[in-house]
């Protein structure tokens, strides 16, 4: 992913490209939708973390478009035959992902607008997948389920 994103299509003979070329948004951007692209081809994994690899599931994104108010993206949906949909938020970080406030209110927000324009009547357990877990503090409580990179590579 990293050779077609950064070398494929770079032509330039600057010696100097890289470490002008690689500014740290650029970099977080690239590292996230890789990290994502990791935990959607690991799906089973995640089931298996979340102790669910033997029940019946469906497993997908989801986006409704809309204004700023309802238009919302959920990186990975598990709906469970137990009546339970695990919305997933994938997250990578060189350190244990902390939650903040606003972050806490926008995962409160994606699962009001789905509940809304879905008419679930199922429970919703908000389940972050991150490279290193979630740092405890105020606002991590929101967290239902935890899945790590650990989890993605296990052997077991």
Not at 55 to 81: P, Y
Not at 87 to 104: L, R, V
Not at 135 to 150: N, R, Y
Request: net charge positive; charged share 20%.
């Amino acid at each position: 992913m990293f050779y077609f994103k950064f070398v494929h299509n770079n032509n330039s003979k600057d010696e100097h490209y890289w470490s002008s070329n690689m500014n740290p948004p650029m970099i977080r951007s690239w590292q996230g939708f890789s990290f994502e692209t990791v935990c959607l081809s690991h799906l089973a994994q995640i089931k298996k973390a979340l102790g669910i690899s033997g029940m019946s599931t469906n497993a997908c994104s989801w986006r409704k478009q809309g204004g700023e108010n309802d238009g919302t993206q959920i990186d990975l949906l598990i709906d469970r035959s137990d009546r339970v949909i695990n919305i997933c938020e994938m997250k990578f970080s060189e350190q244990p992902y902390s939650i903040t406030k606003a972050y806490a209110d926008n995962l409160r927000m994606k699962m009001a607008v789905f509940t809304a324009a879905t008419n679930t009547r199922k429970s919703l357990a908000l389940t972050m997948v991150t490279t290193y877990g979630v740092l405890p503090g105020i606002h991590s409580g929101i967290v239902q389920k935890e899945v790590t990179m650990d989890d993605l590579f296990s052997q077991q």
